[in-house]
């Protein structure tokens, strides 16, 4: 064989810059377009605000279709690529930052919740349950009654 082959498929990215600019056209994306009327000046909202229209939310999935990845879990997975780890863990940043955001307001809220737990490190919703020693008492006997009655072995440490 005259040279080597290289095994597996080739980077999808050949430079950072290549993927910065394609991030920034996807978050520029999701801003949406002024909506102008027939004199050409934007139209506002009851509070006051221009009225985009196109805007959508910004996302990990939307994120990665963008880059050209069949799915999110393939941008995560190339987030491990040291030179990438920087602008993607920016790009996730930024979506997070929205997602935080959201949970301000009462529309976006469950959507945000879920999103920033199932899409960023650090964000479980956890519950502290307390027990009173009688009742933590009567829960190991049920579990010692129930493991028996399975025949699993019981001794006083379970």
Do not use: H
């Amino acid at each position: 064989m005259a040279g080597k082959s290289r095994v597996g498929r080739p980077p999808k990215f050949k430079s950072v810059e290549a993927m910065e600019r394609l991030i920034e056209g996807y978050f520029e994306g999701c801003k949406g377009e002024v909506l102008r009327d027939a004199d050409d000046e934007p139209v506002l909202n009851k509070f006051g605000e221009v009225v985009m229209v196109g805007a959508r939310p910004p996302t990990m999935t939307g994120l990665a279709l963008a880059l050209g990845f069949a799915d999110r879990s393939s941008l995560l997975d190339y987030e491990g690529k040291p030179q990438f780890e920087a602008v993607i863990r920016r790009a996730k940043s930024r979506i997070e930052q929205y997602t935080e955001e959201r949970l301000f307001d009462r529309d976006g809220n469950r959507g945000a919740q879920f999103s920033l737990q199932n899409n960023f490190k650090g964000w479980k919703e956890s519950k502290d349950v307390t027990l009173s020693t009688a009742e933590g008492a009567d829960i190991m006997a049920e579990v010692r009654t129930r493991m028996a009655a399975e025949g699993q072995v019981v001794t006083n440490d379970t």
